[in-house]
C-alpha cells in the first residue's frame, strides 16, 4: 500500500487539548506504525496489582464496581467504559461511563492536588450502555450510547448542572467522540460493521443543542481524499444514518476518537486499524493496521479506546488481545506500555491523563471475574514524556 508522511502534534496537557493549545514534537515520518522499542523500555514483573509496567510506574486501584469508593460513600459503577479528565482547583476528577443496559450512565471521582480520593458521585443516570465519548473545550463531559437508535448525553463532571440529551448529534450506535476547537465541530464514531464516521456542526460553538450532523465520504482505498455531506434525517428513523448518504465510507467497528493539531485519530475493532485524517489537507490513511505488520507479530490487536499525550504519543487500549494498553510513538514505533494479567474475560477502557500529564487513569471493564460487576478502576503514575 502506499506509505504517506505525515505530521503529529502533540497537545499540552488535558486543558490544552480542550482548547487547542498546541506544540510541535515531531517531523514528517512514514504511516502505518510498525513494531519496535518503546520509549518506556521493557515490562517489569506483575506488581500486587496485577499490572506488568516499565521501570519508574506503579500502579494503585482507586474504585471497584459495586464496592464503596475509598474515602467516600459512593458505591462505583459496573462496567466501567470511556473517560476522560478535568481540572478541578488544584486537583482534577476523572469521569467514567458504565457500560450496562439498562441504568447505564456515568460517575466521577474527584482528586486533591496530591491525587487522593476526596469524592465520588454520579453524573448521569437513566440511559443505556454508555460507552465511551469525549470531552468538550467548556469542560462537559459528551456520554455515548451504545445501542441502536442510541443518544448523546452532555453531561457535567463537577456534578452540579444535571445531564442534557442532546438530540441533535444523530441517533445511531454511538461510541466515541473528539471536539475540535479549530473547525468548531465534534467528531463522533459508530460501533457497526458498517458504520460511518461524523462530525456536528453546532450552529454555535459551545452549544449542541442545534446544529448540522455530516457523514464522512471517501472511496473504498485505505487512503484517499475525502468530504464532508449532510445526513438527510440524523433522527436515524426510519432509515439508519449510515445508510443515508451515496459514497458515505464504511468502517469496521468505530471505537475510540482522538484529536490533536489538525489530526484526529480513530480506531475500528473489526479489523485492528487505527485510521488518521489530516484535517488540513484533506486527506485520510492508516496510522496503524495490525494486518501489516510482518510475520503476524502485531503487538496491538483488539484496538480500542485511543487517548493521546503531551508528547504526542498516542495509547491504545485493548479489548481482548493482551490486555494491554500500547504506544504509538509520533515516529510510528508500537509496543506495549502496560498489560493487565489474569483478565483474559476483560477489556481496558477509558484511558485519560491528568491535568498534568503524570497520572494515567483507565479500567479493567470486567476485572478478574470476567462480570460487569467485576470492574476495576486504576492509575498509573510515573515519567510520562512531556
Same mark, same amino acid.
Given at each position: 500500500m502506499e506509505r504517506r508522511s505525515f505530521l503529529r502534534g502533540a497537545v499540552i496537557g488535558t486543558s490544552a487539548a480542550a482548547f487547542g493549545g498546541t506544540l510541535m514534537h515531531g517531523a514528517a515520518y512514514a504511516a502505518p506504525a510498525q513494531p519496535g522499542a518503546g520509549p518506556y523500555g521493557a515490562l517489569g514483573a506483575a506488581d500486587a496489582n496485577g499490572v506488568l509496567l516499565p521501570a519508574g510506574f506503579t500502579s494503585r486501584v482507586v474504585a471497584r464496581s459495586g464496592q464503596t469508593v475509598p474515602g467516600t460513600?459512593?458505591?462505583w459503577h459496573s462496567a466501567p467504559d470511556g473517560g476522560a479528565c478535568f481540572a478541578d482547583g488544584t486537583g482534577w476528577i476523572y469521569v467514567s461511563n458504565s457500560e450496562i443496559n439498562p441504568s447505564g450512565g456515568a460517575s466521577a471521582l474527584r482528586f486533591d492536588s496530591t491525587g487522593t480520593v476526596t469524592g465520588a458521585y454520579r453524573v448521569l443516570s437513566g440511559t443505556r450502555q454508555n460507552c465511551a465519548g469525549g470531552r468538550t473545550p467548556w469542560n462537559t463531559w459528551l456520554s455515548c450510547e451504545e445501542v441502536s437508535l442510541g443518544y448523546v448525553y452532555e453531561t457535567d463532571p463537577y456534578g452540579v448542572n444535571a445531564a442534557v440529551r442532546r438530540d441533535a448529534m444523530g441517533r445511531f450506535k454511538h461510541e466515541a467522540a473528539a471536539a475540535d476547537?479549530?473547525?468548531?465541530?465534534?467528531?463522533?464514531?459508530?460501533d457497526e460493521t458498517n458504520g460511518c464516521f461524523y462530525r456536528f456542526?453546532?450552529?454555535?460553538?459551545?452549544?449542541?443543542?442545534? !446544529? +448540522?450532523?455530516?457523514?464522512?465520504?471517501?472511496?473504498?482505498?485505505?487512503? %484517499?481524499s475525502f468530504s464532508w455531506q449532510n445526513v438527510p434525517d440524523p433522527d436515524g428513523s426510519p432509515t439508519a444514518t449510515r445508510s443515508q448518504v451515496s459514497g458515505a465510507k464504511k468502517f469496521n467497528g468505530g471505537e475510540g476518537c482522538h484529536y490533536a493539531n489538525d489530526t484526529v485519530w480513530f480506531t475500528t475493532k473489526g479489523d485492528n486499524r487505527l485510521w488518521q485524517l489530516n484535517l488540513?489537507? !484533506? +486527506?485520510?490513511?492508516?496510522?496503524?493496521?495490525?494486518?501489516?505488520?510482518? %510475520?503476524g507479530a502485531a503487538p496491538l490487536t483488539g484496538v480500542d479506546n485511543v487517548t493521546g499525550s503531551s508528547s504526542g504519543d498516542l495509547f491504545i487500549a485493548e479489548d481482548g488481545g493482551n490486555m494491554e494498553i500500547c504506544v504509538i510513538t509520533p515516529d510510528d514505533v508500537v509496543a506495549p506500555f502496560?498489560?493487565?494479567?489474569?483478565?483474559a474475560s476483560s477489556e481496558i477502557t477509558g484511558p485519560a491523563f491528568s491535568p498534568d500529564g503524570r497520572r494515567l487513569y483507565f479500567s479493567s471493564q470486567r476485572g478478574t471475574s470476567g462480570s460487569s460487576s467485576g470492574g476495576i478502576t486504576y492509575e498509573v503514575k510515573g515519567p510520562f514524556r512531556a
Open positions: 460513600s459512593y458505591a476547537p479549530v473547525r468548531k465541530v465534534v467528531y463522533l464514531t459508530e456542526i453546532p450552529t454555535t460553538w459551545g452549544n449542541l443543542s442545534a !446544529g +448540522t450532523l455530516q457523514v464522512l465520504v471517501a472511496g473504498t482505498a485505505a487512503s %484517499g488540513a489537507s !484533506g +486527506t485520510y490513511e492508516l496510522a496503524y493496521d495490525d494486518s501489516l505488520v510482518p %510475520g502496560l498489560r493487565i494479567n489474569g483478565q
